[in-house]
């Protein structure tokens, strides 16, 4: 058995919805069962980071921020992996002029945000007191 890929799908989903609370908890659970699946969730995500829509590139970062924030083994892969945390370091940058800052478009903005987040819960070292919880979390499910 695998991830349900349509939620990852779904959640990055090329629309203006925006994607429901329960739907990252899915994908947050269901990584924490699959473990084997967090490579390629992470690349599928990172594709969607990379990509020229500003909307899909967001929900990607949401997505990222949570599987950071809440699976450890996800947060441990992208750590070791320079080249997804330089892109989002790219992504969060705001533009070098004030010119261009100016006329940035509100969803640019909003995708460099999320991006600055992500970054910001990949890198961050858990409080134990975080990882005791979703480790019950994680014995009840099972």
């Known amino acids: 058995v695998a ?9 990055t989903a090329q629309n203006e919805k925006p994607a429901p609370g329960w739907l990252f908890r899915d994908i947050c659970q269901d ?3 699959h473990p084997q699946d967090v490579p390629d969730a992470a690349e599928f995500l990172m594709r969607c980071v990379a990509c020229d829509n ?7 970062c949401l997505t990222i921020r949570h599987l950071a924030e809440d699976v450890p083994s996800f ?10 945390l330089a892109l989002l370091k790219e992504v969060s940058e705001p533009p070098q002029l004030a010119q261009a800052q100016s006329l940035e478009r509100q969803e640019a903005k909003v995708a ?10 990949c890198l961050t070292q858990p409080s134990a007191a975080k990882e005791a919880g979703a480790a019950s979390v994680k014995q009840r499910i099972q």
């Open 3 to 11: 991830m349900n890929w349509n939620n990852l799908h779904e959640v």
């Open 31 to 33: 990584a924490l069962q």
């Open 54 to 60: 500003r909307t899909v590139c967001m929900k990607a």
């Open 75 to 84: 947060r441990q892969y992208m750590q070791r992996c320079p080249e997804a």
């Open 112 to 121: 460099r945000e999320a991006a600055a987040r992500a970054l910001k819960s």
